[in-house]
C-alpha cells in the first residue's frame, strides 16, 4: 500500500515550519495510519499526560510549538516529544531515554495502561524463557545472560546512513529502518495471521509485480509478500510448541507459511551477499548471507549459497518432523525463513538464536564457539545419535558424520580433527565448519567442499 507518499508530500513542509496545521491535516489522513497500531482510537497512542488529545492522535507522538496540556512544545527533530534516538548509545544497556519508542515500549510506559510485547518465540511459537515483557527487555538481555545478544541500536544506524537509504536521516531512529511507526499494524494480537497484521517495512525498495514496495508500505500483507511466495511449495513452518499437528506462526493447521511474512527477503535486505555489515558487539564485520542462489556445493564464490536458503542439500539430510514427514510432499529441497531461527530484537542465546525452535524449548544455554552446546539447538530439527536410537545421551553426532550413507567423513586418523584426546574430549566446535555461508574449509584433513549450513 503506498499512502504514506501522498501523507508525505503533503506533511513535510508544513512540519518543517512546524505549524499546527499538521494537527488539522491528520484528522483527515484517513487510511493506512487510522488502520496502524499507533493510530487505532481504541487501542493506538495514548499519553498519560495528554488528556487533549484523542487516542491515535499524531500528537501523543509529535508536539508543536505551541504548549500542551502544560507540556513545553518539542525542542527535537521531527517535532517529537523526546529525542528520537541517542547516538552516543553504542552499545547496551539502553536507558529508556535513549530511544523515544522505549518512553512507551518499556515497563516504564508514558502510555496509559502500559504496553506489553513478548519475543517471537512466544508470540509466534508459544513459548519462550526469556521471561520478556517489553521491547527495551528484550533489546537488554545482557543484564541478565552473559551471553545474550541483541540487535546493535548505532550499528544500525550507522548502517542506515551508510547505504543513503532516502527515507532515514541524520536525526533517525534505527527502529524505523525496519518500522514505520504510521504504518506498523498490532501483529501480536493476531499471532497467526502476522502477514495480514504485519509490522515491518523494507529499508530498501523492491518492485513486486508492478508494486514498488519501502519503508512507505507495509512488508508481508499482500499475498506475495509471504514465505510461501519466497520459493514456492518449498517453505515448511515448524511446529508450534507443545503440538505436533499445529504449525508456526501461532499453532494452526497452516503448514507453508502463507500465513507468515516473508521475513527471508525482509532480512536479506540488509543480510545478503554484497553488504558489509560492522557489528559493535561481535567486533568484526559480519559474515554475509546468500539465501538467495542455488548450485549446491559446487560454487566457487564466497559467500557459498546456504542450504537453510534456497541452496538444496546434499543427497539426503536427516530431519526430525514436520519436515521428516512433510505434508509438502517433499524430504529434501526446503527453505526457511530467518525467523525460524532467530529473533528479531534480542535473546538471551547468541548471534538472536530463538529460545523456542520448532516445537523445542532450547534450555541449555548456547555459549559460542566452544564445543557442541550449538548442537543442542541443531537438534530441534535434525538427527542427533539419540534420534537414531544409538545412544541415551542427547546432542552427540556420530552417525551424520561417519555412518550414514552420505557421512562426509571416514574414521580414520582420528586426532587430525578430533585432536589428541580422540573423539568428544572435547568436541570438535561446531562453529568451526557450519556458520552461514560456510564449506568445512576447516577440516584438517577429508575436506569435502560440501556447503556447511
Ligand atoms: C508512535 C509515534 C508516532 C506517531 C503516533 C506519529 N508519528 Fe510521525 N514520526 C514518528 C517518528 C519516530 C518520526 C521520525 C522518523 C525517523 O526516525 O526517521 C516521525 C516522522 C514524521 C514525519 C517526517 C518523516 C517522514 O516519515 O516523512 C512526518 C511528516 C510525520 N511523522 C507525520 C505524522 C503525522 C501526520 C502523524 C499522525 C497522523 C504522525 N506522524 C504520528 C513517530 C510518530
Ligand atoms: C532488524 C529489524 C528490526 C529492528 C531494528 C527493530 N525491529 Fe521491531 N520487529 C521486527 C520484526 C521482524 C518484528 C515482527 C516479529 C515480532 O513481532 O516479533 C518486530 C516486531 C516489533 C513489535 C511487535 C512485537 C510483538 O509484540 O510481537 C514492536 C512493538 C517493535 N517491533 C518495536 C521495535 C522498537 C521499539 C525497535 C527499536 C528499539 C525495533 N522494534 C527495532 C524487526 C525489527
Ligand atoms: C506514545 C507511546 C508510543 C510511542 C512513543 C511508540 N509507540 Fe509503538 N505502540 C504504542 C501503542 C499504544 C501500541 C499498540 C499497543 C498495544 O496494542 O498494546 C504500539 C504498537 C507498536 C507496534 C505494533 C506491533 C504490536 O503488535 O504491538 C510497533 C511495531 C511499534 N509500536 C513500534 C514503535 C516504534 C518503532 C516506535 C518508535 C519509533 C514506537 N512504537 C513508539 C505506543 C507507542
Ligand atoms: C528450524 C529447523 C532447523 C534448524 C534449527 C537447523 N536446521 Fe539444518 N536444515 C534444516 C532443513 C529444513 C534443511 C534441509 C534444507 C534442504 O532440504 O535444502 C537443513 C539442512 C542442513 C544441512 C545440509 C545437509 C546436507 O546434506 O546438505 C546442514 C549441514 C545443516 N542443516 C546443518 C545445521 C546445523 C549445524 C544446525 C545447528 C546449528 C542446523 N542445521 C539447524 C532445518 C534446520
Ligand atoms: C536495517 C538493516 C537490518 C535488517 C533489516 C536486519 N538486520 Fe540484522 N543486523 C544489522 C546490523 C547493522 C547488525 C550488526 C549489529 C549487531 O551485531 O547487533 C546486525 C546483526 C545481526 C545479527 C548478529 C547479532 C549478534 O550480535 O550476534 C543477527 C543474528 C541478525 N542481525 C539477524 C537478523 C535477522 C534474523 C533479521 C530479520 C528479522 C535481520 N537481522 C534484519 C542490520 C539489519
Ligand atoms: C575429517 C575430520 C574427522 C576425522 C578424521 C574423524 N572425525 Fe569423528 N567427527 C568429526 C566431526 C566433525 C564430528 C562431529 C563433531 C564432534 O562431535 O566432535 C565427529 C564426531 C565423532 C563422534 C561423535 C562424538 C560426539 O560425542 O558427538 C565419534 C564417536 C567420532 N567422531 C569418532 C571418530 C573416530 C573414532 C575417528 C578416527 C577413527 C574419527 N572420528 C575421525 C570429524 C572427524
Ligand atoms: C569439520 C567440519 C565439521 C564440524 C566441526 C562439524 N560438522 Fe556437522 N557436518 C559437516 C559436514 C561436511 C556435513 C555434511 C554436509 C552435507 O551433507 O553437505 C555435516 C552435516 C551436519 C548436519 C546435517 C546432517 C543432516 O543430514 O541432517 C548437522 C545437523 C551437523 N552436521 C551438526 C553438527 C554439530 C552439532 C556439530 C558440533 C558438535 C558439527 N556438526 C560439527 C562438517 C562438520
Ligand atoms: C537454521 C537456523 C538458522 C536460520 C534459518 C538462519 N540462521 Fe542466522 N544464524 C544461525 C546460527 C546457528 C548462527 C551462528 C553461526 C553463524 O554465525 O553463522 C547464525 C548467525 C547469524 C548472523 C551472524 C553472523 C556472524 O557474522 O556471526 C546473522 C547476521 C544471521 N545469522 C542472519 C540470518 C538471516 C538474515 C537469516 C535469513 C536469511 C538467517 N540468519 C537464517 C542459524 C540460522
Same mark, same amino acid.
Given at each position: ?40 482510537? #481504541? ?24 504548549? #500542551? ?106 527502529? #524505523? ?13 493476531? $499471532?497467526?495471521? $502476522? ?42 513452518? =515448524? ?9 508456526? =506462526? ?53 559467500? *557459498? =549459497? ?16 514436520? *519436515? ?85 567423513? $571416514? ?8 585432536? $589428541? ?22 577440516? =584438517? ?9
Amino acid at each position: 500500500m503506498v499512502v504514506m507518499r501522498a501523507i508525505r508530500l503533503k506533511i513535510k513542509p508544513i512540519l518543517l515550519v512546524l505549524s499546527s496545521v499538521l494537527w488539522g491535516i491528520s484528522l483527515c489522513w484517513a487510511g493506512d495510519y487510522l488502520d496502524s497500531a499507533h493510530g487505532n482510537n #481504541v487501542y493506538g497512542v495514548k499519553q498519560i499526560n495528554l488528556s487533549s488529545y484523542a487516542r491515535g492522535n499524531c500528537g501523543h507522538c509529535h508536539w508543536q510549538h505551541a504548549s #500542551v496540556d502544560g507540556n513545553v512544545g518539542s525542542p527535537f527533530p521531527f517535532a517529537l516529544f523526546a529525542l528520537n534516538f541517542n547516538i552516543s548509545a553504542s552499545q547496551a544497556p539502553y536507558e529508556v531515554s535513549d530511544n523515544m519508542c522505549f518512553l512507551c515500549h518499556s515497563n516504564s510506559s508514558v502510555q496509559v495502561n502500559g504496553i506489553q510485547n513478548f519475543d517471537y518465540s512466544k508470540t509466534f511459537g508459544g513459548t519462550s524463557n526469556s521471561n520478556i515483557s517489553s521491547i527495551l527487555e528484550s533489546f537488554n538481555l545482557k543484564n541478565l545472560y552473559p551471553s545474550a545478544s541483541y540487535h546493535n541500536l548505532k550499528d544500525i544506524y550507522d548502517f542506515a546512513i551508510k547505504k543513503g537509504w532516502p527515507f532515514f536521516k541524520e536525526k533517525s531512529n534505527p527502529c #524505523v529502518a525496519c518500522h514505520n511507526p504510521h504504518l506498523a499494524k498490532r501483529i501480536k494480537s493476531y $499471532p497467526s495471521s $502476522p502477514a495480514s497484521y504485519t509490522a515491518v517495512s523494507l529499508p530498501i525498495e523492491k518492485v513486486i509485480s508492478t508494486r514498488k514496495e519501502s519503508h512507505y508500505t507495509l512488508w508481508g500483507d499482500n499475498l506475495d509478500e509471504r514465505m510461501s511466495n519466497f520459493y514456492s511449495g518449498r517453505y515448511q513452518a =515448524p511446529y508450534s510448541y507443545g503440538s505436533t499437528n499445529t504449525y508456526e =506462526p501461532g499453532g494452526t493447521t497452516i503448514y507453508d507459511g502463507s500465513n507468515l511474512p516473508d521475513y527471508a527477503t525482509f532480512c536479506i535486505s540488509c543480510h545478503n551477499q554484497y553488504d558489509e555489515i560492522y557489528s559493535t558487539e561481535l567486533g568484526r564485520n559480519l559474515r554475509k548471507i546468500d539465501w538467495v542462489s542455488e548450485g549446491g556445493d559446487n560454487v566457487a564464490t564466497i559467500p *557459498y =549459497p546456504d542450504k537453510h536458503g534456497r541452496n538444496s542439500a546434499t543427497n539426503s539430510v536427516h530431519l526430525k518432523d514436520p *519436515y521428516a514427514s512433510s505434508p509438502l510432499g517433499i524430504s529434501i529441497g526446503f527453505v526457511t525463513s530467518c525467523t525460524d531461527c532467530h529473533e528479531p530484537h534480542g535473546s538471551p542465546n547468541p548471534y538472536l538464536l530463538r529460545t523456542e525452535v520448532n516445537g523445542i524449548l532450547i534450555t541449555q544455554s548456547l555459549v559460542g564457539n566452544i564445543g557442541n552446546e550449538l548442537g543442542y539447538f541443531c537438534r530441534a530439527c535434525h538427527k542427533d545419535d539419540a534420534a537414531f536410537g544409538r545412544t541415551n545421551e542427547i546432542n552427540t553426532w556420530e552417525y551424520i558424520h561417519h555412518d550414514s550413507p552420505d557421512a562426509p567423513y $571416514p574414521k580414520n586418523r582420528c586426532s587430525h580433527c578430533h585432536g $589428541p584426546g580422540g573423539p568428544r574430549k572435547p568436541p570438535i566446535p561446531c562453529l568451526n565448519c557450519h556458520k552461514h555461508g560456510s564449506k568445512d574449509d576447516w577440516a =584438517p584433513i577429508y575436506k569435502t567442499g560440501r556447503v556447511c549450513f
